[in-house]
């Protein structure tokens, strides 16, 4: 066990009667403190080279720790810019299809009135046309109507009936009796040749 300063501070030496120390004894405490102060000094070198290892490990960890505050920081800095690089970009983007949006929207709506007033035309210009239509058609039915009253008028005149009465004699009559001098009027001799033709007399203006 390793000598202690009080140890060594109270240390008395056994005195021969010459009252001299006992060299041996002084030499054998001696050989114990210097063994002592040996092992002292092995330990306290030892400490410090634990102390100065334990220095420069705590240097590099508070620079390590520095540099990893800085990097945090960088990191934190170049993350905003890229935040707000990215909501610019995003806000950018978002504006530019709004108004893309908006233009489509707006070249559909021209289109779309476009077609409906192209649309609208044609439909009236059809509806004129069949206004039209139905107009030449109602004045082309008058007129068939008056022209086929005036046929049955006619067909109920006295000149209508003398000539159907005048024809019945030379429908029945032969070939040979062309020769011979003709009764028929001449009034309705004209439209008999060699058989009865049906004559259509259409309606003058008056008539109408």
Do not use: C
């Not at 009465?165 to 060699?194: C, G, H, I, Y």
């Amino acid at each position: 066990m390793a000598l202690t300063p009080q140890e060594i501070h109270a240390k008395e030496f056994t005195t021969r009667s010459n009252k001299w120390y006992d060299r041996m004894e002084v030499n054998e405490f001696l050989d114990q403190v210097v063994t002592d102060y040996d092992s002292l000094m092995q330990e306290n070198a030892m400490l410090k080279t634990k102390l100065a290892d334990a220095d420069a490990a705590s240097s590099q960890v508070e620079e390590m720790k520095q540099s990893v505050n800085s990097s945090i920081l960088i990191a934190q800095e170049a993350a905003d810019r890229l935040k707000k690089q990215t909501e610019a970009e995003s806000e950018a983007t978002l504006q530019q299809a709004q108004a893309e949006a908006q233009r489509i929207v707006m070249e559909a709506n021209t289109k779309a009135n476009a077609l409906i007033s192209d649309s609208q035309r044609k439909n009236e210009g059809l509806v004129l046309q069949h206004d039209a239509l139905e107009k030449d058609m109602t004045t082309f039915k008058s007129k068939l109507e008056g022209m086929l009253q005036a046929q049955i008028d006619l067909l109920k005149t006295d000149e209508w009936a003398a000539f159907t009465k005048a024809a019945k004699p030379l429908a029945q009559a032969k070939p040979a009796v062309q020769s011979q001098p003709s009764t028929v009027p001449s009034s309705a001799a004209t439209p008999v040749e060699s058989s009865v033709e049906t004559v259509v007399v259409f309606p003058t203006d008056e008539q109408k």
